[in-house]
Protein backbone atom coordinates (compact mmCIF):
# COMPACT_ATOMS: atom_id res chain seq x y z
CA UNK A 1 0.00 0.00 0.00
CA UNK A 2 1.48 3.37 -0.48
CA UNK A 3 1.98 5.90 1.86
CA UNK A 4 -0.26 8.57 1.01
CA UNK A 5 -2.73 7.98 -2.35
CA UNK A 6 -4.42 10.84 -4.03
CA UNK A 7 -6.40 10.46 -6.85
CA UNK A 8 -4.77 12.66 -9.74
CA UNK A 9 -7.99 13.82 -11.54
CA UNK A 10 -7.93 15.95 -13.57
CA UNK A 11 -11.27 17.78 -12.15
CA UNK A 12 -13.51 20.00 -13.73
CA UNK A 13 -16.31 22.47 -12.46
CA UNK A 14 -18.00 25.58 -13.45
CA UNK A 15 -17.09 28.54 -11.75
CA UNK A 16 -19.44 28.97 -8.29
CA UNK A 17 -19.17 24.98 -7.43
CA UNK A 18 -18.01 23.21 -4.42
CA UNK A 19 -14.15 21.70 -5.21
CA UNK A 20 -13.54 18.37 -3.20
CA UNK A 21 -10.56 16.93 -3.20
CA UNK A 22 -9.42 13.40 -0.91
CA UNK A 23 -6.21 11.84 0.21
CA UNK A 24 -5.74 8.66 2.29
CA UNK A 25 -2.74 7.95 3.96
CA UNK A 26 -1.23 4.62 5.91
CA UNK A 27 1.74 6.34 7.88
CA UNK A 28 0.48 6.39 11.53
CA UNK A 29 3.53 8.61 12.37
CA UNK A 30 1.97 11.96 10.13
CA UNK A 31 2.03 14.79 12.33
CA UNK A 32 0.28 17.50 10.34
CA UNK A 33 -1.72 17.81 7.37
CA UNK A 34 -1.32 20.07 4.42
CA UNK A 35 -2.29 21.24 1.35
CA UNK A 36 -0.15 23.05 -1.20
CA UNK A 37 -1.49 24.98 -4.85
CA UNK A 38 0.77 24.61 -7.57
CA UNK A 39 0.02 27.29 -9.97
CA UNK A 40 1.44 25.85 -13.93
CA UNK A 41 5.09 26.33 -13.81
CA UNK A 42 5.39 27.45 -10.17
CA UNK A 43 6.54 25.95 -7.03
CA UNK A 44 3.98 24.29 -4.59
CA UNK A 45 2.69 27.08 -2.16
CA UNK A 46 1.10 26.35 1.38
CA UNK A 47 -2.52 27.02 1.16
CA UNK A 48 -3.72 25.07 4.40
CA UNK A 49 -2.08 23.07 7.40
CA UNK A 50 -3.64 21.37 10.66
CA UNK A 51 -2.75 18.86 13.04
CA UNK A 52 -5.45 17.45 14.52
CA UNK A 53 -8.84 16.10 13.19
CA UNK A 54 -11.88 17.72 12.31
CA UNK A 55 -12.18 20.85 10.02
CA UNK A 56 -10.17 24.36 9.77
CA UNK A 57 -11.60 27.13 7.36
CA UNK A 58 -9.90 29.86 6.08
CA UNK A 59 -12.06 31.93 3.73
CA UNK A 60 -13.38 29.53 0.96
CA UNK A 61 -11.35 27.09 1.94
CA UNK A 62 -11.81 24.35 4.22
CA UNK A 63 -9.40 21.14 5.49
CA UNK A 64 -11.39 18.45 6.98
CA UNK A 65 -8.71 15.59 8.87
CA UNK A 66 -10.72 12.09 9.95
CA UNK A 67 -6.93 10.72 12.02
CA UNK A 68 -9.05 7.36 13.05
CA UNK A 69 -9.70 6.42 8.93
CA UNK A 70 -6.63 8.37 7.73
CA UNK A 71 -8.43 10.25 5.58
CA UNK A 72 -8.10 14.35 4.69
CA UNK A 73 -10.04 16.47 2.19
CA UNK A 74 -10.00 20.26 0.88
CA UNK A 75 -13.33 21.81 -0.01
CA UNK A 76 -13.52 24.85 -2.09
CA UNK A 77 -16.52 26.85 -1.87
CA UNK A 78 -17.99 29.22 -4.62
CA UNK A 79 -14.81 28.38 -7.04
CA UNK A 80 -13.28 30.53 -8.97
CA UNK A 81 -11.19 30.71 -12.38
CA UNK A 82 -7.94 31.33 -10.07
CA UNK A 83 -8.33 28.71 -8.33
CA UNK A 84 -7.08 26.51 -11.21
CA UNK A 85 -4.54 24.49 -10.32
CA UNK A 86 -3.04 21.69 -8.67
CA UNK A 87 -3.61 20.96 -5.47
CA UNK A 88 -1.35 18.22 -3.36
CA UNK A 89 -1.91 16.70 -0.37
CA UNK A 90 1.31 16.73 1.89
CA UNK A 91 2.22 15.08 5.71
CA UNK A 92 4.78 15.84 8.10
CA UNK A 93 6.43 13.76 10.00
CA UNK A 94 9.99 12.88 11.48
CA UNK A 95 13.17 15.48 10.71
CA UNK A 96 11.02 18.26 9.05
CA UNK A 97 10.20 15.39 6.13
CA UNK A 98 7.41 15.65 3.81
CA UNK A 99 5.21 12.94 2.13
CA UNK A 100 2.94 14.76 -0.95
CA UNK A 101 0.58 12.70 -2.80
CA UNK A 102 0.51 12.99 -6.64
CA UNK A 103 -1.93 16.18 -6.81
CA UNK A 104 -5.27 16.57 -8.40
CA UNK A 105 -5.43 18.93 -11.40
CA UNK A 106 -8.58 20.84 -10.97
CA UNK A 107 -10.09 22.96 -13.65
CA UNK A 108 -12.36 25.82 -12.51
CA UNK A 109 -14.88 27.19 -16.26
CA UNK A 110 -15.98 30.58 -16.23
CA UNK B 1 12.20 39.95 -4.15
CA UNK B 2 12.60 36.36 -4.34
CA UNK B 3 12.39 34.57 -1.43
CA UNK B 4 13.48 31.23 -2.78
CA UNK B 5 14.81 31.66 -6.21
CA UNK B 6 16.72 28.87 -8.37
CA UNK B 7 18.83 29.21 -11.81
CA UNK B 8 18.46 28.04 -14.69
CA UNK B 9 14.74 27.79 -15.07
CA UNK B 10 15.10 25.38 -17.92
CA UNK B 11 17.83 23.23 -18.75
CA UNK B 12 18.24 21.00 -21.96
CA UNK B 13 21.69 18.59 -22.10
CA UNK B 14 22.37 15.43 -23.59
CA UNK B 15 22.61 12.22 -21.74
CA UNK B 16 25.98 11.58 -19.88
CA UNK B 17 26.66 15.15 -19.10
CA UNK B 18 27.10 16.70 -15.75
CA UNK B 19 25.20 19.82 -15.06
CA UNK B 20 24.26 21.89 -11.83
CA UNK B 21 21.61 23.87 -10.29
CA UNK B 22 22.10 26.21 -7.89
CA UNK B 23 19.33 27.71 -5.24
CA UNK B 24 19.39 31.01 -3.39
CA UNK B 25 17.21 31.76 -0.38
CA UNK B 26 16.80 34.93 1.48
CA UNK B 27 14.52 34.35 4.03
CA UNK B 28 17.63 33.58 6.62
CA UNK B 29 15.94 30.29 7.32
CA UNK B 30 18.62 27.37 8.55
CA UNK B 31 17.14 24.58 6.33
CA UNK B 32 17.23 24.11 2.73
CA UNK B 33 15.88 21.09 0.50
CA UNK B 34 15.92 19.62 -2.81
CA UNK B 35 12.79 18.08 -4.14
CA UNK B 36 12.01 16.25 -7.54
CA UNK B 37 9.12 16.56 -9.39
CA UNK B 38 8.50 13.63 -12.08
CA UNK B 39 6.10 13.99 -15.24
CA UNK B 40 3.46 12.54 -13.51
CA UNK B 41 3.35 15.26 -10.36
CA UNK B 42 4.83 13.14 -8.10
CA UNK B 43 7.07 15.29 -5.63
CA UNK B 44 9.57 13.59 -3.63
CA UNK B 45 12.29 15.08 -1.24
CA UNK B 46 15.75 14.26 -2.23
CA UNK B 47 18.29 15.89 -0.07
CA UNK B 48 18.21 18.29 3.26
CA UNK B 49 20.53 20.39 4.92
CA UNK B 50 20.80 22.21 7.64
CA UNK B 51 23.36 25.00 8.93
CA UNK B 52 25.19 23.39 5.75
CA UNK B 53 25.16 20.03 7.29
CA UNK B 54 23.32 16.85 5.13
CA UNK B 55 20.35 15.68 7.31
CA UNK B 56 18.15 13.92 4.77
CA UNK B 57 19.56 11.57 2.00
CA UNK B 58 16.89 9.99 0.05
CA UNK B 59 17.66 6.87 -2.14
CA UNK B 60 19.36 8.75 -4.64
CA UNK B 61 21.68 7.77 -7.04
CA UNK B 62 25.26 8.75 -6.11
CA UNK B 63 25.52 10.80 -9.40
CA UNK B 64 23.30 13.59 -7.27
CA UNK B 65 25.64 15.52 -5.19
CA UNK B 66 24.56 18.61 -3.26
CA UNK B 67 26.47 20.91 -2.23
CA UNK B 68 25.80 23.69 0.85
CA UNK B 69 28.60 26.63 0.42
CA UNK B 70 26.47 28.69 3.33
CA UNK B 71 23.18 28.32 4.93
CA UNK B 72 21.56 30.12 2.34
CA UNK B 73 22.68 28.44 -0.65
CA UNK B 74 22.31 24.75 -1.71
CA UNK B 75 23.35 23.54 -5.03
CA UNK B 76 22.67 20.04 -6.85
CA UNK B 77 25.21 18.84 -9.09
CA UNK B 78 24.15 16.33 -11.36
CA UNK B 79 26.80 13.77 -12.97
CA UNK B 80 26.41 11.33 -15.78
CA UNK B 81 23.14 12.26 -16.73
CA UNK B 82 20.44 9.93 -17.64
CA UNK B 83 17.00 10.28 -19.62
CA UNK B 84 15.24 9.77 -16.13
CA UNK B 85 16.24 12.51 -14.69
CA UNK B 86 14.04 14.80 -16.73
CA UNK B 87 11.78 16.37 -13.92
CA UNK B 88 11.41 19.41 -12.67
CA UNK B 89 13.65 20.12 -9.29
CA UNK B 90 12.51 22.35 -6.80
CA UNK B 91 14.61 23.92 -4.02
CA UNK B 92 12.57 24.87 -0.38
CA UNK B 93 13.46 26.33 2.30
CA UNK B 94 12.12 26.42 6.04
CA UNK B 95 13.43 28.23 9.49
CA UNK B 96 14.68 24.56 11.44
CA UNK B 97 14.77 21.01 10.73
CA UNK B 98 12.90 20.32 13.41
CA UNK B 99 9.30 20.44 14.56
CA UNK B 100 7.03 21.94 11.89
CA UNK B 101 8.27 24.08 9.91
CA UNK B 102 6.53 25.95 6.90
CA UNK B 103 8.43 24.83 3.72
CA UNK B 104 9.39 27.61 0.93
CA UNK B 105 9.25 26.31 -2.68
CA UNK B 106 11.46 27.97 -5.39
CA UNK B 107 10.01 28.08 -9.18
CA UNK B 108 11.64 25.21 -10.11
CA UNK B 109 14.32 24.02 -12.41
CA UNK B 110 12.99 22.16 -15.56
CA UNK B 111 15.66 19.53 -16.86
CA UNK B 112 15.33 17.77 -19.91
CA UNK B 113 18.06 15.04 -20.65
CA UNK B 114 18.36 14.19 -24.22
Known amino acids: QKEVEQDPGPLSVPEGAIVSLNCTYSNSAFQYFMWYRQYSRKGPELLMY????GNKEDGRFTAQVDKSSKYISLFIRDSQPSDSATYLCAFFYGNNRLAFGKGNQVVVIP | DTAVSQTPKYLVTQMGNDKSIKCEQNLGHDTMYWYKQDSKKFLKIMFS???????INETVPNRFSPKSPDKAHLNLHINSLELGDSAVYFCASSQAPSGYNEQFFGPGTRLTVL
Open chain 2, 49 to 55: YNNKELI
Open chain 1, 50 to 53: TYSS
